[in-house]
């Protein structure tokens, strides 16, 4: 998530920022699509008998109000990567609203993909970016 290292979206270049976001998600497991792990007895074997194993990134999104400087920029990112390495994913979170949520009825999820009363997309320009991840790119 964009949070996840703190003001630096914000702060810091976005190219440097997004650079270290994903030098350390190759170190702590993106390499398994890469065929460089070297530990053997993967799922696949690449023409070089590389072996590939499966990797699911869960639960990524953004404030789809659009007004969240880190998300933006890590939005960025993450998309270039996930497109790069042909990843599967899940977007966080479909539903546009809690029955229940911080003892407040209705509370808007503004990470959700409807809209509050959940009848449409929340943000349909969102919703033509990953549908371009839909589909495999190798």
Same mark, same amino acid.
């Given at each position: 998530?964009?949070?996840?290292?703190? $003001?630096?979206?914000? *702060?810091?270049?976005?190219?440097?920022?997004?650079?270290?976001?994903?030098?350390? @998600?190759?170190?702590?497991? #993106? @390499?398994? /699509?890469? #065929?460089?792990?070297?530990?053997?007895?993967?799922?696949?074997?690449?023409?070089?008998?590389?072996?590939?194993?499966? /990797?699911?990134?869960?639960?990524?999104?953004?404030? $789809?109000?659009?007004?969240?400087? *880190?998300?933006?920029?890590?939005?960025?990112?993450?998309?270039?990567?996930?497109?790069?390495?042909?990843?599967?994913?899940?977007?966080?979170?479909? $539903?546009?609203?809690?029955y229940l949520r911080e003892g407040k009825i209705g509370l808007d999820e503004t990470y959700?993909?409807?809209?509050?009363?959940?009848?449409?997309?929340?943000?349909?320009? /969102? /919703?033509?970016?990953?549908?371009?991840?839909?589909?495999?790119?190798?």
């Amino acid at each position: 998530y964009g949070f996840s290292d703190g $003001q630096a979206w914000v *702060n810091g270049n976005p190219n440097q920022v997004c650079g270290s976001v994903v030098s350390s @998600f190759m170190r702590r497991g #993106g @390499f398994l /699509l890469t #065929g460089a792990n070297g530990n053997g007895g993967g799922s696949e074997a690449g023409e070089g008998g590389e072996e590939y194993y499966p /990797l699911f990134l869960s639960e990524f999104g953004v404030d $789809q109000r659009g007004v969240n400087v *880190n998300d933006n920029r890590y939005l960025n990112c993450i998309l270039g990567v996930m497109a790069e390495m042909d990843m599967d994913w899940a977007l966080w979170t479909l $539903q546009g609203s809690y029955y229940l949520r911080e003892g407040k009825i209705g509370l808007d999820e503004t990470y959700g993909l409807l809209n509050q009363n959940w009848s449409a997309p929340r943000n349909g320009s /969102l /919703l033509a970016r990953i549908s371009v991840l839909q589909s495999p790119f190798q």
